[in-house]
């Protein structure tokens, strides 16, 4: 990232879509796991259901300005496999743990008895201990992220697949089969709201560690395993820093590796030219 593109509108407005995002994102998880008067705790069913519509409405909302990623996991599977910049996502994670403080913290205000805030809090089950809710952890947020790389792959090759609905199926999904287990938080931010303003943090590594692991073990295994220009090259490229795009396209079009490397300098200089 250079730093004209740090002075940029758009960067801004990404930064802003992503603080805004995560904001929505946990208040509207938090506020349907909040039981009404006289009601008992609600079980994964009204979490699964808001958090699957809301990244519906937020990928239409964000999707072109910044992605809508709206999760620290799925930017570090992105920072992985080299799909953003070090800066980049370091920006975008803390916006995204801002926004997730804001949400909790309107939640929060808004509570009549404060008490019950204790609910907004991803815990590990006194029947589980931290390794099997770090291990559901793992499971959910890697089906999770692997979704929203295949639906960007099948974009990339103009996919009429709706894949927004499946990134947000795969969401409800994840709560649905890890919320009894871990809460199926999928999402570092997510937790990191709740805790920074109960200041409850009982085994809150388990929601940082496990979310990751998941999520970068789904990022690399389908960019360089699954997805249709995988190959060993690709790998390669990315284990040393070279450029992934002249990989990625020459397995593709089926092209030498020298024959997209020269097309691809011969654009750049075009591109510089037309730029002077």
């Not at 952890?137 to 929203?148: G, N, P």
């Not at 092209?255 to 200089?269: E, F, G, P, Y």
């Amino acid at each position: 990232m250079t730093w004209r593109e740090l002075r940029s509108r758009q960067f801004w407005c990404a930064i802003l879509a992503e603080l805004l995002g995560t904001m929505v994102l946990v208040s509207a998880v938090l506020g349907a796991s909040v039981p009404g008067p006289g009601e008992a705790l609600t079980g994964p069913l009204y979490p699964a259901v808001a958090v699957g519509v809301t990244i519906i409405a937020l990928a239409h909302c964000f999707g072109e300005i910044s992605g809508a990623q709206v999760n620290p996991a799925v930017t570090l599977a992105l920072l992985a496999t080299r799909k953003v910049d070090v800066l980049r996502a370091v920006v975008y994670i803390a916006a995204q743990c801002l926004g997730a403080s804001l949400g909790a913290g309107a939640l929060y205000l808004a509570l009549p008895v404060k008490s019950t805030a204790e609910i907004f809090i991803n815990r590990v089950p006194i029947e589980l201990n931290a390794a099997q809710a770090l291990g559901m952890e793992v499971l959910c947020t890697f089906q999770m992220v692997f979704t929203v790389f295949s639906v960007e792959d099948q974009r990339r090759r103009e996919c009429p697949e709706p894949g927004n609905l499946a990134i947000g199926l795969a969401h409800t999904a994840g709560v649905l089969m890890g919320g009894r287990f871990s809460g199926a938080s999928m999402n570092p931010a997510r937790s990191l709201g709740p805790a920074i303003i109960t200041g409850l943090w009982e085994n809150h590594w388990v929601y940082w560690i496990g979310p990751v692991m998941g999520s970068i073990l789904a990022g690399v295994s389908h960019e360089f395993f699954f997805a249709r220009s995988a190959s060993r090259q690709k790998l390669v490229a990315c284990l040393t820093c070279k450029d992934i795009e002249i990989v990625e396209t020459a397995s593709i079009t089926g092209s030498s590796l020298s024959t997209v490397t020269q097309n691809a300098i011969r654009a750049k200089q075009a591109n510089k030219q037309d730029n002077n």
